[in-house]
C-alpha cells in the first residue's frame, strides 16, 4: 500500500536541515521478499504489516542539496529500512533518538511510517543535538535496563556525538547507535554529499565503543544489529555503532530474498571462578576490618538487593562510590561519609566494579591489607583513552560480573560464619549503626550551617528539593558531587532507578540529555523523575529542553546555577599564585556572569515551565511546589536556583 | 571536561579542624579588619571554594567559618602545600590580608542550629 506520493514544501524544507538531500532513482518497483522472524521477535510478526510488504517514496533530484527536494516519480513496494525496524524492534528497542540527517532518511522514513505505526512500536525522540541523542540513549539505558537506539548523520553528526559515546563508554553503559553512510561513491551527490562521507565512519569513535561493523547486505544488518545490541548488554556493558549504507536503507529488499532475523539468546553474565570467590569469602569472613566498595556494582535492582545481603551477612562497612545506586543510603551499614577512616585501617578491601580502586586508599594502605577486585573491566579494555585508572596492585583479581558474582561469594561468606563468628561480627554491626548515625547528625549541623544565605547553599537546595518529593516515588537523575553528595547524605533512598550515577567521562553536556532520557524511561511507571544540574553543563546541550516538552516527558529540572565553571577556577588560582602574578584575575573565562544567563527564559522559550531566578532561600520551596505540580501532570518544569559553588 | 580526582585529594588532606576553635586563647585576629577581609575574600576568589560565607564548599573546598582557624592556622595553610591547595605567596596575599580574611571568618555568626530546622530532620 502506498502511503505518501505528495509532500508540502514546508515538509521538504524541513528535509533540509543541511542542505545535503542525495539524488537517487531507485530501479525496481514491486521486489517481493520474505521477512522470517524467529524467536523473541514474534512481536514483530503481529505488526500491521511487515516491512516486505510496504511501498516508500523515493526522493530524487540533485536540486534537494539546494532546499527544494522532488520525487522523480518512481515508486516500491518494500525498503531495506522496513526491515532494519523490525530487527530493532525484535531486539526489544522501543525508542530511537535523533535529529535528521540525510544519510540516514531511510530509516527515519522507516521508523516514523512503519514503526510508529504498528506494533510494537519504535518511537522517533526529536533531539536538537546528536549529542543529546547519545546522552538521551545513554540515561534511559541506566533506567530501562535495556538500551534505546540513536540515529546519527554520518561524519558531522557523529562527530557531534562523539563525546557522548564517550561517556556512555566510561560509564559501562549500552547505547545502540546506528550512523549513515553513503558507501557508493557513484552514488554521491555534489560536495555535500562528499563532505558527508566517510570510508570508515566508526573509526573515529572505535578507540571508545564495544564494537561496530559496517552490513553491507539487510542479512549482514540484521546479524550485525544482534551481534552489536549482544556485545552492548554483556558485561561490561558499553556502546556499538553500526554504520548503515543509504543504499542498503533505501533500495527494495531483493524479489525472493528470504531475510532473518536472529533471535538474541538469555545473557548470562560472567561470574567469578569457584576458587577465586571462596578464597575472597575466607579473606571476608576472617577480617576485622573488611571494608567493601562498590562503584558501577548493580547493574539491576538485584545487584543493590544481593549487596545488601552481602553486607549484613559480614556486618561489613560499605562505601558507595555513586557511580550506580549500589546501596540504600540510610542503611546503618552505609558509611560513605567515613570511606577516608576506614579504607586506611581496612584488613580487607573488596572492590566492586570499582573503576579506581587506587583512589580508595593510595599508598595509605593498613600493612598486610588485602585487596580483592571483582569487575568485568577486566574483560575488556581500550588502550588509546585512559579511563581505565591508575594500576592498583591487587592480591585477587576475579574477573567477573561483580553483580553476576554477588551469590556464590554471599553463599560461600554463609558457610563459613560460625555462630561464634556471627556474634562477634554482630557487635561490629552494632558499632556501624552507630557511627551512621553520629555521621548523619553531622551531615545535618553541616547542612545547617549557611542555611539562609545568599546564595543559597547547596545544602540547602537540596533540603528544599526533598521536601517536596520525598512523599512521592521520585528518581534522582543525576549523579551529585557538585551538590557535595547532599542528597546521599540527607535523603533516604531504598530502590534501585532512585539514582543512576554521573557521566562516566565527565563530559559536560551529559545531564541535559540522560536525564531527560532516564526521565523517558521513568515515565511509564508514574516517577517523579528529578536532576539536579549546573549552568555550565546545560549550556552545552539545553535542546535537551525542547525534546522534553516536545515528547511530554515530565521531568523536573533544578539548575545549580553558580554562574562559573567552579572546578576551574581554582586550578587558574594555582597557577596565577605558582607565576606571582596575583590572583584576582582568575575568574577571567571561567564565570559565567556579564549577562547572567536567565535559564527560565531560556526554559520557557522552548514550552518548559519556568521558574527563578530563584534568589532568596525563602522562595525555593514554594517554587519548587509550583514546579513539581506541573511534572506530576506529566510535563517537564525547570528551577533556576542561584546558588553557592558547591 | 572536570577533573575530579584534585579536588577530593584537597578534601582529604586539607579538612580544617573547626571545633572550639573560636574559643582557644592562641587565636587572634592581629587587628585584622572584617570588612577589608570580605573584599579580599570575595577579589581572590576564596568563595568560589569555600563558600561566601566561608561555610565549605564539599570536596571542592572545607568550611571556614563559623569558629575558624586561628590566624597562624590560616597562614600555614595559605602559605605551604596541603593537598591541592593553592599556596599563596605574600607577593600575591598579605599577611595583613590573611588577618583581614581571617578577621571576616571570625565576625561570621553560627547561624542556626540543625535541629530547629524541620527540613534537616527528615
Known sequence: MSRRTKQTSDEHNSLDRRKFLKAATLAGTGAVAQTVVAGQVAAAESSTASSSERHTVQIASREAEQGTPHYDGATQTTCGSDFMVDVMRGLGIEYVAAIPGNTFKGLHESVINYGMTSAPSLELISCMHEEISVAISHGYAKIAGKPMACMMHSTVGLQHGAMALYNAWADRVPVFAIVGAQLDASKRGGYVDWAHSVFDGPGLVRDFIKWDDTPISLRHFAESATRAHKFSITPPYGPTVLAVDQELQEDPIKSGETLVIPHEPLIAPPRGEDGAVNETARLLVAAENPLIVADRAARTPEGLRLLVELAEELQAPVVDIYGRMNFPWRHPLAQTRRQALLAPNADVILGLELTDFWAVTGNRLAPGAKRISISAGDLYMKSNYQDFDRFTPVDIAIAADAEATLPALIEAVRKLITPRRRAALKARGAQLAKDHQETLEQSRAAAAVGWDLQPITTARLCAEIYEQIRNEDWALCNGTIFQNNWPQQLWTANHHYQYIGDAGAYGLGYLPGASVGAALAHRKHGRLAVAIGGDGDLMFTPGALWTAAHHRIPLLYVVHNNRAYHQEVMFVQMMAAKRQRGITRAHIGNTITDPNVDFAKLASSMGVYAQGPITDPKDLGPALQRAVAVVKRGEPALVDVISQGR | ?122
Do not use: W
Open chain 2, 1 to 122: 571536561m572536570k577533573s575530579i580526582h584534585a579536588c577530593v585529594l584537597l578534601a582529604s588532606l586539607v579538612m580544617f579542624s573547626v571545633a572550639a576553635a573560636a574559643d582557644d586563647p592562641t587565636s587572634t585576629t592581629a587587628g585584622g579588619d572584617p570588612a577589608a577581609g570580605k573584599r579580599v575574600f570575595f577579589a581572590d576568589g576564596c568563595f568560589y571554594c569555600h563558600g561566601t560565607t566561608g561555610a565549605g564548599g564539599g570536596i571542592a573546598g572545607p568550611r571556614l567559618a563559623p569558629n575558624p582557624l586561628p590566624l597562624e592556622g590560616v597562614k600555614a595553610k595559605v602559605r605551604t602545600q596541603s593537598g591541592r591547595m593553592p599556596v599563596y605567596s605574600p607577593a600575591v596575599l598579605k599577611d595583613s590580608e590573611i588577618a583581614d580574611i581571617v578577621a571576616y571568618l571570625q565576625s561570621i555568626p553560627k547561624g542556626k542550629d540543625a535541629k530547629d530546622i524541620p527540613l534537616l530532620n527528615r
